[in-house]
């Protein structure tokens, strides 16, 4: 359990501090926050109320909410949504966390940099070398090995919208294993990427 909790503690501490150093940052500079352009399909991240709750309590049975944070994101815009549960007679708990990028076209150089390309950079710069290929409603995502046990971590695109899921889960005092994990991830990007 121990494990558990520094997993979700690291993830919802890392996305605060990155989603205030962002919004922070863009303003003492001066600068407005990027605006989507004609081309970009999703004209911001979607709000964490755009996941299905019925979605989440299937994977996680007890699901409560612990982060539903929205804000700038240098040239884009971005969701962080987090739930935690327990379930009380099977010793079992979880994390899940879902991530939302979408990155705008950038019309600052010469030639536009489409949001969609901005958004195939990041996903090539996010997965590693080493994840599963999959098939998703919206094409290819990728599904990896968490750095700790018992943790699986997912990636999609959909048009210029960047979407990664993370999974930690624990039966009893030890970590589920990588396949448990791991369904849980492909079952999430299966079932919202249908829904982008």
Known sequence: MGA???VAGIGAGAALLSAAAI???????????????TGDVHTAAPGCERIPAELVTSLLPGAVPETADHGPLSGGDSSVCSWSSADADQGARGVLRVDLSARFTDSTGEEPVSGARRTQEAYAALVPVRGEVLELPSGEGRVWRGQADGTAELAFTSDNLLV???YAGTSGAEPVGFETARDVTVEFAEQFGGTL
């Open 23 to 37: 919004g922070g940052g863009l303003w003492l500079a001066g600068q407005d926050p990027d605006v989507p352009e």
């Open 4 to 6: 558990l909790v520094r």
């Open 164 to 166: 990664r899921v993370s």
